[in-house]
T-cell receptor, first 115, second 112 residues
């Protein structure tokens, strides 16, 4: 069964450094998402992406965050200058383009640890 | 008032029991509803999704939605130790780019 893949599984970074999290969505999906889950808390929406542009973003997704689809398969989340509070699991998700209530499929996440 | 409320548990049951997991929500704009299962250090795995009030069954799982009460449930019949995981409810609006709002998750422990 097709799946969303994320790399790396664990990223350790010094505070203030830039980090890029990578995702390969399911191949026929056209809507892409990033969510994060701080330890012990809810999964929270960060950003959605469609047709090579951001379609929605939450208040968490400030100027330190950016997303990109650099080629036909990858979807990346970049954090420019990481802070301690960015430590979390980051999940990529994708869904089919047929209609807005199609379910989202998630990857296994990247655990980001900021030191 | 939080948008989606879910009892975090843990909920401990013996193998073979019927499990009932629930979420309540406050925003009547939510139109479709999902249940995800999350094992430790893994991503949410889609179990069920529905966009109408009533019941939807898939194997040992039944999802129930009551939009008038803003209440959704997931029932697991004949629970197995492999069902031990955290169960997340999630919901979205039938417009825009359908971002999901999650509950905090209920940890389920099924003992052999």
């Amino acid at each position: 069964e097709p799946e969303v893949t994320q790399t790396p599984s664990h990223q350790v970074t010094q505070m203030g450094q830039e980090v890029i999290l990578r995702c390969v969505p399911i191949s026929n999906h056209l809507y892409f998402y990033w969510y994060r889950q701080i330890l012990g808390q809810k999964v929270e929406f960060l950003v959605s992406f469609y047709n090579n542009e951001i379609s929605e973003k939450s208040e968490i997704f400030d100027d330190q965050f950016s997303v990109e689809r650099p080629d036909g398969s990858n979807f990346t989340l970049k954090i420019r200058s990481t802070k301690l509070e960015d430590s979390a699991m980051y999940f990529c998700a994708s869904r089919e383009p047929t209609n807005s209530n199609q379910p989202q499929h998630f990857g296994d996440g990247t655990r980001l640890s900021i030191l | 008032q939080k948008e989606v409320e879910q009892d975090p548990g843990p909920l401990s049951v013996p193998e073979g029991a019927i499990v009932s997991l629930n979420c309540t929500y406050s925003n009547s704009a939510f139109q479709y509803f999902m249940w995800y299962r999350q094992y430790s250090r893994k991503g949410p795995e889609l179990l069920m999704y529905t966009y109408s009030s009533g019941n939807k069954e898939d194997g040992r799982f039944t999802a129930q939605v009551d939009k008038s009460s803003k209440y959704i449930s997931l029932f697991i019949r004949d629970s197995q130790p492999s069902d031990s995981a955290t169960y997340l409810c999630a919901m979205g609006m039938n417009s825009g780019y359908s971002t999901l709002t999650f509950g905090k998750g209920t940890m389920l422990l099924v003992s052999p």
